[in-house]
């Protein structure tokens, strides 16, 4: 159900956006990534550039992206891979239908606030202001200009409005549920880059440590074999002396 009813509000505005003849490219990416477009001109009967022309329409609006590869085999021309932006979609399509609102909703006021007249025979409308200059009379036959009875057409407009709004609350709620999903899937990522950082700073640490203790080693080495130059100097040293005061001792000895 719900999948149907984000196809057929995706293909309001690619129709839309990009003529009828484009819709049927909602059905071809809709769930899928990256489609050759070849793939997508042949399920369209169109021919390539045709199938580009509406294809880049629809990426104007962000409704679809692509990547592109060289292709080897043709000369290094470039394919192109389509992929349908649901999100983005659904928000065009809000945004048109809150257009139309609008566009509808100041020829409603027009019509509830201004006076129109119109003649019987020609079908001729016109406002307050023409009318007046028309004194009221027609412009084509001369017969009299009535006021025109505006209840239908403000019973139409209203129903027009109240169709939209209808439109609008089914693409908002449609826009909650890609809207959770996508925040799913950011928390997913989010969560997976968390892990991924903090193993690797686990990783810095341990060779960090291990290059600590290295240098540690060093060090002491380092100080031991200074402690044993030291001392080796220091026996010399004794040794030395000790010869001195043998030459003093048989120097003064004698
Ligand atoms: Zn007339």
């Known amino acids: ?29 809709y769930d899928k990534k990256n489609v050759n477009e070849f793939l997508i001109a042949k399920k369209l009967k169109l021919t390539i550039n045709q199938t580009r022309n509406l294809l880049y329409k629809l990426s104007d609006e962000g409704i679809v992206s692509f990547i592109r590869k060289k292709d080897k085999k043709k ?3 470039y394919i192109y891979f389509w992929t349908l932006n649901i999100g983005k ?10 257009k139309n609102i609008g566009n509808i909703g100041s020829r409603l006021n027009l019509k509830k606030t201004e006076r129109f007249y119109h003649c019987e025979n020609c079908s001729i409308e016109s406002n307050e202001e023409n009318a007046l200059l028309y004194q009221y009379t027609c412009p084509e036959c001369g017969e009299v ?3 025109k009875d505006k209840g239908k057409e403000i019973e139409h407009l209203e129903k027009e409005i109240a169709k939209l709004e209808d439109l609008l609350k089914s693409v908002e709620y449609e826009l909650g549920i890609v809207g ?38 060093l060090k002491l080495k380092k100080k031991k074999s ?12 004794i040794k030395k002396s000790k010869k001195f005061a043998k030459k003093i001792k048989r120097f003064f000895g004698r």
């Open 1 to 29: 159900m719900q999948v149907n009813a984000q196809v057929n509000l995706l293909k309001i505005v690619v129709s839309a956006v990009a003529g009828q003849q484009a819709s049927g490219i909602v059905d071809i990416l």
């Open 75 to 77: 000369g290094g021309w």
């Open 89 to 98: 979609g659904l928000l065009k399509l809000k945004e048109h239908i809150l």
């Open 145 to 147: 200009l009535h006021v």
């Open 180 to 217: 959770k999903k996508e925040g799913v899937v950011k928390a997913r990522k989010v969560r997976a880059e968390a892990k991924k950082k903090s193993k690797e700073r686990e990783i810095k640490k341990k060779s960090k440590a291990r290059a600590l203790k290295k240098l540690e080693k």
């Open 226 to 237: 200074r402690k044993i130059k030291r001392s080796r100097k220091s026996v010399k040293k």
